[in-house]
T-cell receptor, first 112, second 111 residues
Framework: KNEVEQSPQNLTAQEGEFITINCSYSVGISALHWLQQHPGGGIVSLFMLSSGKKKHGRLIATINIQEKHSSLHITASHPRDSAVYICAGLMNYGGATNKLIFGTGTLLAVQP | ETGVTQTPRHLVMGMTNKKSLKCEQHLGHNAMYWYKQSAKKPLELMFVYNFKEQTENNSVPSRFSPECPNSSHLFLHLHTLQPEDSALYLC??????????FGSGTRLTVV
């Protein structure tokens, strides 16, 4: 079982819809990253969360530490939001050694 | 442009070739990483360098050889690769495990 699980794997939405992508993670993960990967490969870091909620433009990320669950929301979705969204957990392996553990990603297609 | 630059963006190489991937960051980060992304799989960590010292080799075959001459540059030397090594290779940097910044990746095809 992967330490970071994302759902759904694929998501198709109509322009303007509210979108939610979910991420569950295991014990030992101290912070969550949400990443965006466009076709062509480059990855952009959207948020890093260890508690609460963060907002940037139409993107909102929340994290519930007790439930070990995070969500990424996109309001008023647009075709340019089409990308793979990846959840990654920061896990401590003892001392100063931390590693990112990646989910498999959610492929989002927003249709006009 | 994220601040982490990778070259080349695309590379096609034969199984007997030797090539190198380059990564450069001028963000002042103290850690640099190589990741491999194969189709339908999560990103896999290959190597980690902290302050130019290799701190992680995630059971990567010896046909992949990293080099970190200084804290701003990271190379991945490739030789006698196999077709299954075809993937997107991503470089990233961070400051003390936070503030990860990724490059655009090198799409490698081994023929």
């Amino acid at each position: 079982k992967n330490e970071v699980e994302q759902s759904p794997q694929n998501l198709t939405a109509q322009e303007g819809e509210f979108i939610t992508i979910n991420c569950s993670y295991s014990v030992g993960i101290s912070a969550l990253h949400w990443l965006q990967q466009h076709p062509g490969g480059g990855i952009v870091s959207l948020f890093m969360l260890s508690s609460g909620k963060k907002k940037h433009g139409r993107l909102i990320a929340t994290i519930n530490i007790q439930e070990k669950h995070s969500s990424l929301h996109i309001t008023a979705s647009h075709p340019r939001d089409s990308a793979v969204y990846i959840c990654a957990g920061l896990m401590n392996y003892g001392g100063a050694t931390n590693k990112l553990i990646f989910g498999t990603g959610t492929l989002l297609a927003v249709q006009p | 442009e994220t601040g982490v630059t990778q070259t080349p963006r695309h590379l096609v190489m034969g199984m007997t070739n030797k090539k190198s991937l380059k990564c450069e960051q001028h963000l002042g980060h103290n850690a640099m990483y190589w990741y491999k992304q194969s189709a339908k799989k999560p990103l896999e960590l290959m190597f980690v360098y902290n302050f130019k010292e290799q701190t992680e080799n995630n059971s990567v075959p010896s046909r992949f050889s990293p080099e970190c001459p200084n804290s701003s540059h990271l190379f991945l030397h490739l030789h006698t690769l196999q077709p299954e090594d075809s993937a997107l290779y991503l470089c990233a940097s961070s400051q003390d495990s936070y503030g990860y910044t990724f490059g655009s990746g090198t799409r490698l095809t081994v023929v």
